[in-house]
């Protein structure tokens, strides 16, 4: 599981959704360019530190900084990419999905409270 846009800010959804999947037992990698820790867990800041494959990516992010990883992004041949609220973009949906990716808007923290994660 990879969050891309972590934040150590409590009320940003990407910090929520980090929290309940911790809580939910989910192995967790960060991503964030320049943060290099959140409470205590190692935040990655290149596509270098992270080992494919990555099951599931959640996307914090706008789709302009997304469309400019989304190679980096594809090839953690992850199994879905969950565009939540506001990350949302058919192209960057369309270019996943020409991968084979699932490519899924919806809310990881509504998925993982309704056990549909």
């Not at 706008?62 to 565009?83: C, G, H, S, Y």
Request: proline share 5%; aromatic share 10%.
């Amino acid at each position: 599981m990879l969050i891309i846009g972590a934040s150590k800010k409590e009320e940003r959804y990407s910090h929520k959704a980090m929290k309940l999947l911790w809580e939910h037992g989910y192995e967790v990698l960060l991503f964030h360019p320049k943060v290099r820790e959140i409470l205590g867990h190692k935040v990655i800041n290149s596509w270098d530190q992270a080992i494919p494959p990555v099951d599931t990516v959640s996307v914090y992010v706008n789709p302009k900084t997304l469309w400019e990883m989304r190679e980096d992004v594809a090839n953690l041949q992850p199994r879905r990419i969950i565009f939540n609220p506001g990350t949302e973009d058919e192209k960057l949906i369309s270019f996943f999905q020409k991968k084979g990716i699932q490519a899924l808007q919806a809310c990881t923290l509504v998925m993982l409270k309704t056990g549909i994660f």
